[in-house]
């Protein structure tokens, strides 16, 4: 719902009108609305770090479906498609309400930091076997990853980009670790 229609779309008896539950339910387990958004986002975190963490352990399974970099791409554009894109949507109206609740920014940021962790390790994953980066270089590396990841969702929430494919944006990652490894020079 929150992904759906906004944290404005989002009450007490609309959940329960969704969920089809008896009226009162939803409030009997969070009793007020600051409590319905932070369970809200510990699910949704749930749910971002269960897919990065299948597929960061299926990262040696050589198929090339769901591993590498090319996973994670696969990952960006299913966030941007039907019925991911709610969940997308849901995330980002999670970061928005946490710019106004002190509470709420904590879960979010500590969502953030294991999101972040994640990524580090498979981005480490990733590097050239001839080549290992120093941490502040993975450190680059992990934020620049994560910025174009987030913009590329951002926009197909907003339904502004462009068709890519998973194969287009895993060329976009790998250019990205790479440039900035180039950039930092030697190891």
Same mark, same amino acid.
């Given at each position: ?21 008896? !009226? %009162? &339910?939803?409030?009997?387990?969070? +009793? /007020? #609305?600051?409590?319905?958004?932070? @369970?809200?986002? *510990? ?35 299913? !966030? %941007? &498609?039907?019925?991911?894109?709610? +969940? /997308? #949507?849901?995330?980002?109206?999670? @970061?928005?309400? *946490? ?89």
């Amino acid at each position: 719902m929150l992904g759906a229609d906004g944290a404005r779309g989002l009450s007490h008896p609309k959940v329960d009108r969704r969920a089809r539950m008896p !009226a %009162g &339910t939803t409030s009997f387990y969070f +009793r /007020t #609305r600051k409590a319905l958004m932070h @369970a809200v986002a *510990a699910r949704v975190t749930e749910l971002d770090l269960a897919d990065l963490r299948a597929m960061s352990e299926l990262a040696d399974d050589g198929d090339g479906l769901v591993s590498g970099t090319l996973g994670l791409a696969t990952m960006v554009v299913l !966030a %941007g &498609t039907a019925p991911w894109v709610t +969940r /997308t #949507r849901a995330r980002y109206e999670l @970061a928005m309400e *946490a710019g106004r609740e002190p509470e709420l920014a904590e879960i979010m940021r500590q969502s953030t930091t294991q999101f972040h962790e994640l990524v580090r390790r498979a981005v480490t994953h990733w590097q050239p076997d001839d080549c290992q980066p120093d941490s502040a270089v993975l450190d680059e590396q992990t934020y620049a990853v994560l910025r174009f990841v987030n913009g590329v969702m951002v926009e197909s929430c907003q339904g502004h980009d462009p068709d890519r494919s998973a194969e287009q944006i895993d060329r976009l990652i790998r250019a990205i670790i790479g440039g900035v490894r180039e950039q930092r020079g030697p190891d």
